[in-house]
């Protein structure tokens, strides 16, 4: 679907904020809410400043209709309650007397930890054929990326700065949000 010809001008002269609103809202919102008529052929250069000059004072409500995301915040909370339930299993499991329970995860980490080992001496100091090049890659993203990236995070959790940056994200989201 082509954008209307007077959001496409907004978005040239840096107004995305203000486009995006009119997109929803459409051409009259803007109208009704700046007295200017964005859908004529040009734009003055001084209603262009009262249109960015109401896109910054007007941020946090312009916003608001954008926020529908945050509900993914609240995913990531379920996440590290799963992680935290895995956690609480493997304390259930120290209390087996059956040795091969108490450390199946370490072992499984071990062995990750020491295959993953390997395969980066292998393609850093063996000849990977022409044809592997891209699955020699694409395995060693997946194996760094995602695997050890799990097994560290399982074991020593996310760092307290990441935890702080999370909190203050959501204070400004609830703050946005209650507006």
Do not use: C
């Amino acid at each position: 679907m082509e954008k209307p010809n007077y959001l496409t001008k907004l978005i040239v002269h840096g107004l995305q904020l203000l486009s995006d609103v009119a997109a929803l809202k459409g051409s009259t919102w803007v109208l009704e809410e700046t007295g200017i008529d964005i859908t004529k052929d040009s734009l003055t250069p001084d209603e262009l400043i009262v249109l960015k000059q109401y896109e910054m004072e007007h941020e946090e409500e312009l916003l608001r209709p954008f926020l529908r995301d945050i509900p993914k915040l609240e995913i990531r909370e379920s996440d590290k309650e799963d992680l935290n339930a895995v956690r609480d299993m493997q304390g259930a499991m120290l209390q087996q007397p059956d040795i091969l329970a108490k450390r199946f995860i370490y072992y499984l980490a071990g062995f990750w930890s020491v295959f993953v080992s390997i395969y980066i001496v292998m393609i850093t100091f063996l000849p990977i054929p022409t044809v592997n090049i891209r699955f020699a890659d694409t395995i060693l993203g997946f194996l760094l990326g995602a695997l050890i990236a799990t097994i560290v995070n399982y074991f020593y959790g996310t760092s307290a700065s990441s935890a702080r940056n999370g909190d203050t994200i959501r204070g400004v989201l609830k703050n946005v949000i209650s507006k």
